[in-house]
């Protein structure tokens, strides 16, 4: 039986951590609880503990099936957590109360806020993370949480009722079968979340083997056999690779830069104040480059090298060191040597992902300065991975032609925790409802970051991993880190489920007073020369003698909340903790008013007529190819009709609203200048005609 460890749901109480790996049981899989959950969830990475710990806060009783517990919330590649557009999404599961943002807040050992030279709309929070601390926080969680079973074993296949004869084609899933034996689990809905497992194959030099992740098997074969012959799913190939890992004792840091962390640690939480690690217990990152001998050993091997010979498409956001030396030959490429944990002994050099042979990759990363000397602890390798093309899913991730199955994380097509995690609590939101017959929820592109990965994935598709960036989302302004509990939270707890009551009132409370406080700041309108009286030094200029409200004083980049609030502390003082959110709100207003009244007026225009005969090739407005080629095809015959198309964003509906009002406005124009000529004409044939 390959069943060896089962934890009963009774387990509400967190354990004390280490504790909940400890526990000596071996139990056979008959001492389930049940042999019907509401909702199975496959899988135990990323995406699979969102989306169990989400069906289960949403009500649903869920098991959790995955191969090996103790990998439960391993972290494949790299041990960070965020990033610019990344950061976005971690802060949107916690606003829906998912686990990752809190977890990286408990295993953070290196915070620091990405691209900052930027506006705060597109701001990075990131965190570098203690491999086990993360790992252990993701499986107290899971272990403690109610109505969640979690229970170790590979799923061999999906039971499934043959279609209804009504719905050809359509089939229904009814549970799960393990392998190795004949047990079967039903449940109402079942989420697949099996990563880069989906018949696996590991790649180092020339050597290739079944494998999931260095040290995991792959999915079973019956599993993928399943979704193709079975469900006729249609599906892909995609690739990924991850470095070496490197003694830290081997490496001589001080000929590389430091990078230290920021000295105030920003936690992911909305629900924490500050993160588990001080400042003085941050661990710095190291920056450094490669040289021309690194791109020497790429050519050397690559005849030794079958992943990169490949054609199998991989990540071009996060590509392999050979991938970055073939396309930008002659550079110094940047390799970043991050902790591991605190007390790990090894290095991760973000940057050097690669899978040519064990004694190549040692030649290579000893041609760069810091590690002269430096020693491989595991070499770097390559998964390859069947993925399900993902515009055969709803918006609630479920798939179409399968009543109750719904996918999520690298499956879809997607690559990165981030990515994965959300696609997780969304699809286990989805599969919950689902399985207690209550309707499937959706988040629109306007209000989420993921939105914006869903509709992406579900309506264009991938050609390659989808990683996130902050130029997916064409209403970032308003899609920002600092407000995800603003715009989530309270659709989580009133509309989805997914909310605790404890998070729904503490954002009821933060939201309470950044409505206070903007109202304080609207309220106090002053001349400009009596704000000057107020504020000596403020940037304003003495020619403008216009009436300003407090926030539009707060949209100078040298008025901070607190000169405000010392200026008129009876009215302000009480909220300069929120003087960050409130600046960066009053920074936005203006965007965020506008991007408002768009969403508003397509939402009023959705009859307007399209005329039939536009050539949308030569519109003089900016709308992608992608988004001309499918407008020019479907030919929608409303601006509703061509909101509701896949593919089509809302800035394109926007910018094709505009110019057919303006194209409008130009013929009424021209209509009303007509009988004006013509009366001028008809005036001179007339004046022509009198006797001179
Ligand atoms: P995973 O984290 O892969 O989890 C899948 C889970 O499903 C595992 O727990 C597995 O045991 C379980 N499982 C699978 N099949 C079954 C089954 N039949 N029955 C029960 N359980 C099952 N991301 C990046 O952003 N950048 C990178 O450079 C990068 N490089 C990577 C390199 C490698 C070698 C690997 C393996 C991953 C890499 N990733 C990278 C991807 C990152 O790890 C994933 O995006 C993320 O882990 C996906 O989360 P997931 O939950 O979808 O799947």
Redesign the pocket.
């Known amino acids: 039986m390959t069943v060896r460890w089962c934890v009963s749901h009774m387990l509400r109480k967190k354990l004390p951590l280490l504790q909940s790996f400890l526990l000596p049981v071996s139990r056979h899989v008959s001492h389930l609880a049940r042999h019907q959950y509401d909702v199975i969830v496959?899988?135990?990475?990323?995406?699979?503990?969102?989306a169990g710990a989400a069906a289960a806060r949403v009500g649903a009783e869920t098991l959790l099936?995955?191969?090996?517990i103790h990998?439960?919330g391993?972290?494949?590649?790299?041990p960070s957590l965020g990033g610019v557009g990344?950061g976005q999404l971690v802060k949107e599961v916690d606003a829906l109360d998912g686990l990752c943002g809190r977890a990286g807040d408990w295993a953070g050992i290196h915070f620091s806020i990405l691209n900052r030279r930027k506006g705060p709309a597109v701001w990075g929070p990131r965190a570098q993370l203690d491999r086990q601390r993360y790992r252990e926080f993701i499986q107290s969680e899971l272990l403690s949480t109610p109505r969640l079973t979690v229970l170790e074993?590979?799923?061999?296949e999906l039971l499934i009722t043959e279609p209804n004869p009504e719905e050809p084609g359509h089939h229904r899933v009814t549970g799960i079968r393990?392998?190795n034996g004949s047990h079967s689990i039903s449940a109402r809905s079942v989420v697949l979340?099996?990563?880069?497992?989906?018949s696996?194959s590991?790649f180092v030099g020339q050597t290739t083997s079944p494998g999931?992740?260095?040290g995991?098997a792959?999915?079973?074969a019956g599993?993928s056999h399943m979704l193709r012959e079975k469900l006729g799913l249609r599906i892909g190939r995609l690739r990924?690779?991850?470095p070496p890992r490197i003694v830290k004792d081997s490496v001589d840091l001080s000929l590389a830069k430091l990078h230290p962390p920021d000295s105030h640690p920003t936690p992911f939480s909305f629900l924490n104040s500050h993160t588990r690690c001080k400042p003085e217990e941050q661990l710095p990152c190291h920056l450094t480059f490669t040289t021309p001998g690194v791109e020497r050993v790429v050519r050397e091997s690559l005849h030794l090298n079958c992943h990169i010979q490949q054609d199998t498409k991989g990540?071009r956001y996060?590509p392999s060191i050979e991938s970055r030396v073939l396309r930008f030959p002659g550079r110094n490429h940047q390799v970043w040597l991050e902790p591991e944990g605190v007390t790990s002994d090894l290095l991760y050099p973000q940057g050097l992902?690669m899978t040519m042979p064990p004694d190549m990759q040692l030649r290579l990363i000893r041609e760069i300065p810091p590690m002269h000397r430096a020693e491989i602890h595991t070499p770097?390798?390559?998964?390859q991975y069947d993925f399900v093309c993902p515009t055969q899913l709803s918006p609630a991730l479920q798939v179409k032609s399968t009543q109750g199955l719904f996918l999520?994380?690298?499956?879809?097509g997607?690559?990165?925790?981030?990515?994965?995690?959300v696609?997780?609590l969304w699809a286990g939101v989805n599969a919950a409802r689902w399985a207690l017959s209550m309707p499937t929820v959706a988040l629109s592109r306007t209000e989420s970051y993921i939105g914006v990965l869903i509709d992406d994935l579900v309506s264009r598709g991938v050609t390659e991993?989808y990683?996130m960036f902050t130029s997916r989302a064409e209403f970032r302004t308003h899609l920002r880190p600092d407000n995800a509990d603003l715009r989530l939270t309270l659709k989580g707890f009133e509309e989805v489920g997914c909310v605790s009551s404890l998070r729904h009132q503490e954002t009821l409370r933060v939201r309470n007073s950044l409505q206070d406080a903007l109202m304080a700041l609207q309220t106090l309108t002053l001349s400009t020369a009596n704000w000057r009286k107020k504020l000596p030094g403020i940037p304003i200029s003495e020619t403008k003698s216009t009436l300003m409200t407090g926030i539009d004083l707060l949209q100078y980049s040298d008025v901070t909340f607190e000169m405000l609030a010392s200026a008129f502390p009876e009215s302000l003082s009480p909220y300069v903790k929120f003087s960050q959110r409130l600046k960066i709100e009053a920074v936005y207003k203006p965007h965020c008013d506008l991007n408002k009244k768009e969403i508003e007026r397509i939402q009023r225009e959705e009859n307007m007529s399209l005329p039939q005969d536009i050539d949308y090739f030569s519109l003089p407005v900016s709308l992608s190819q992608e988004v001309r080629e499918i407008l020019d095809r479907v030919r929608p015959s409303t601006l509703g009709a061509a909101t509701r198309l896949e593919g089509i964003t809302p800035a394109a509906v926007v910018n094709l609203l505009n110019y057919v009002r303006i194209t409008e406005k130009n013929k009424e124009t021209h209509r009303n200048q007509q009988p004006q000529k013509e009366r001028e004409q008809e005036l001179c044939a007339n004046s022509a005609s009198l006797p001179q």
């Open positions: 496959v899988g135990g990475g990323h995406a699979g503990t969102e099936v995955t191969q090996k990998t439960i391993a972290l494949s590649c790299n990344k074993g590979s799923v061999e393990l392998a979340t099996t990563g880069t497992f989906l696996g590991l999931g992740r260095i995991d792959p999915s079973s599993l990924t690779g991850t990540p996060c992902s770097g390798y390559g998964v999520a994380g690298q499956i879809n997607t690559t990165g925790y981030e990515e994965a995690a696609q997780g991993p990683r």
